[in-house]
T-cell receptor, first 118, second 114 residues
Framework: DADVTQTPRNRITKTGKRIMLECSQT?????MYWYRQDPGLGLRLIYY???????NKGEISDGYSVSRQAQAKFSLSLESAIPNQTALYFC?????????????????FGPGTRLTVL | AQSVTQLGSHVSVSEGALVLLRCNYS??????LFWYVQYPNQGLQLLLK??????LVKGINGFEAEFKKSETSFHLTKPSAHMSDAAEYFC????????????FGAGTRLAVHP
């Protein structure tokens, strides 16, 4: 069973539409992150949350919003999608969690959501 | 501010040859450094990490990296490439203290040919 899951895995939408990407984790981690990956740019941080009541902007938060519904759930929304938001989006988690090997020093990534905005 | 530069967006090696992927960092605080691997259509998986302990770090799948403060480098190596090593590799830096916002390099795509 995957520890970090993302839905949907693929999404095609049109300019101006509102969409939500969802992330769930079973690792018991308190920290969650959203990144986008673009060819030649690596991964860039959109938003991060250190606990349910703590939400912080990353380096490229414009055009995005997030919601931390529970410790295990962190959603990313595009209020009005535009074509340059076409990218691969990753959710990640970190924290002591339930595993002796987990720590804040390591982030665990979901499989990604490929988003295309036409 | 922290940043990461990966030299070479594409590296191609023969099976059995040495793999060397280069990473240089910039950090105003003692850095934590990471190498992640991304196989096609998958998320990122941690290969290894440096968190101020031993400067030579061994990771999974036979990879290792050496932290060199004087050169601000954290290059990834593997003595003998396998076909299964073909993937994209990302170097990342964060600060200490658990405030681990990762800053990623642009990535290096490794091709392994017979």
């Amino acid at each position: 069973d995957a520890d970090v899951t993302q839905t949907p895995r693929n999404r095609i939408t049109k300019t101006g539409k509102r969409i939500m990407l969802e992330c769930s984790q079973t690792k018991g981690h308190d920290r969650m992150y959203w990144y986008r990956q673009d060819p030649g740019l690596g991964l860039r941080l959109i938003y991060y949350s250190f606990d349910v009541k703590d939400i912080n902007k990353g380096e490229i938060s414009d055009g995005y919003s997030v919601s931390r519904q529970a410790q295990a759930k962190f959603s990313l929304s595009l209020e009005s999608a535009i074509p340059n938001q076409t990218a691969l989006y990753f959710c990640a988690t970190s924290g002591p969690g339930t595993s002796a090997k987990s720590s804040y020093n390591e982030q665990f990534f979901g499989p990604g959501t490929r988003l295309t905005v036409l | 501010a922290q940043s990461v530069t990966q030299l070479g967006s594409h590296v191609s090696v023969s099976e059995g040859a040495l793999v060397l992927l280069r990473c240089n960092y910039s950090s105003s605080v003692p850095p934590y450094l990471f190498w992640y691997v991304q196989y096609p259509n998958q998320g990122l998986q941690l290969l290894l990490k440096y968190t101020s302990a031993a400067t030579l770090v061994k990771g999974i799948n036979g990879f290792e990296a050496e932290f060199k403060k004087s050169e601000t480098s954290f290059h990834l190596t593997k003595p003998s490439a396998h076909m299964s090593d073909a993937a994209e590799y990302f170097c990342a830096v964060s600060g200490p203290g658990g405030y681990n916002k990762l800053i990623f390099g642009a990535g290096t795509r490794l091709a392994v040919h017979p």
